[in-house]
C-alpha cells in the first residue's frame, strides 16, 4: 500500500489555494482604493475648514448680496471674498476645486451663510460645509 498524493490531488489543493489567495489579494486591492478615498475625503474637509477659518476674518469683506462663486467655472473673487484657497488647490497629484454659496438670512441682518464645497475627481466626490456670520 502506498502513502502520499496524486497528482490530481495536488493539482486540485493547489488551484482551491490560488483562488483563495486571489480572493484575498482582490480584498487588500479594495482596502488601499478605499483608505485612498478616505484620505482625500479627509484633505477636502481640511481644506472646507480652513476656507471657513479664513472667512472669518472681520477684515474681509461679504458681499451685500446672495452670490454663488464656483471656482471649476474661474468665477473671479469679489473685493477680496472668497479667501485663499479658492478657487482651486493641489495637494500632491489630486486637484480640489472649490464652489463658495453665500447668502443672505432672510429677516436677520447681518446675519450671512457661506457653505462651501470642496470637490475632487472632476466634480464626483465632495465636500460640503456651512457656517453662519454676523456681520454688523
Known amino acids: 500500500m502506498k502513502r502520499g498524493f496524486t497528482l490530481s490531488e495536488v493539482i486540485l489543493a493547489l ?3 490560488a483562488m483563495m489567495a ?3 489579494l482582490a480584498l487588500v486591492i479594495a482596502g488601499i482604493q478605499l483608505s485612498g478615498q478616505n484620505r482625500q475625503g479627509l484633505l477636502s474637509a481640511k481644506l ?4 471657513l477659518e479664513n472667512s472669518r476674518d472681520r477684515s474681509l469683506h461679504l458681499p451685500n448680496d446672495n452670490r454663488t462663486f464656483d471656482g ?3 468665477d473671479p473673487a ?3 471674498f472668497p479667501p485663499a484657497p479658492y478657487p482651486s488647490v493641489s ?3 489630486e486637484a480640489f476645486v472649490l ?3 453665500h447668502s443672505l438670512v432672510p429677516g436677520k441682518a447681518g ?3 457661506i457653505e462651501v464645497t470642496v470637490s475632487w475627481r472632476d466634480g464626483t466626490h465632495a465636500s460640503r460645509l456651512e457656517t453662519y456670520f454676523f456681520r454688523d
Request: hydrophobic share 55%; aromatic share 4%.
Open 48 to 51: 472646507a475648514q480652513q476656507f
Open 72 to 74: 471649476a467655472a474661474n
Open 78 to 80: 469679489l473685493d477680496g
Open 22 to 24: 486571489l480572493g484575498l
Open 99 to 101: 464652489r463658495v454659496k
Open 15 to 17: 488551484a482551491l489555494l
Open 91 to 93: 495637494v500632491g497629484a
Open 111 to 113: 446675519l450671512h451663510s
